[in-house]
Nanobody, 124 residues
Framework: QVQLVESGGGLVQAGGSLRLSCAASGRTFSTYAMGWFRQAPGKEREFVGRITRISGTYYADSVKGRFTISRDNAKNTVYLQMNSLEPEDTAVYFC??????????????????WGQGTQVTVSS
């Protein structure tokens, strides 16, 4: 069992930046691929990006060039650096762990563990 805890959300003006963190429990963090998703009110949860166990990264077109995912296996933590934020980025952001570790998985069903989410609000 893996427990995930997100932090770093908040209120920011358009054009600003935030860095989200996701801390994982357990000794197998380095073997997991980690994903970031977001869910705005009234909308489905959508893929933001993913980092594999060998640090390959993939991003949704809507965030490519603005968001960066990284991981620190020594700290059991994955990060989502968000720059040039737009009001459309407002959502609850979730991290998720995928035991497969590799490949590209953009659907929620591809992930085994989820955090509770952290709110990001971007004002115009």
């Amino acid at each position: 069992q893996v427990q995930l805890v997100e932090s770093g959300g908040g209120l920011v003006q358009a054009g600003g930046s935030l860095r989200l963190s996701c801390a994982a429990s357990g000794r197998t963090f380095s073997t997991y691929a980690m994903g970031w998703f977001r869910q705005a009110p009234g909308k489905e949860r959508e893929f933001v990006g993913r980092i594999t166990r060998i640090s390959g990264t993939y991003y949704a077109d809507s965030v490519k060039g603005r968001f960066t995912i990284s991981r620190d296996n020594a700290k059991n933590t994955v990060y989502l650096q968000m720059n040039s934020l737009e009001p459309e980025d407002t959502a609850v952001y979730f991290c998720a762990a995928d035991r497969s570790g590799l490949g590209v998985r953009t659907g929620v069903v591809g992930y085994d563990y989820w955090g509770q989410g952290t709110q990001v609000t971007v004002s115009s």
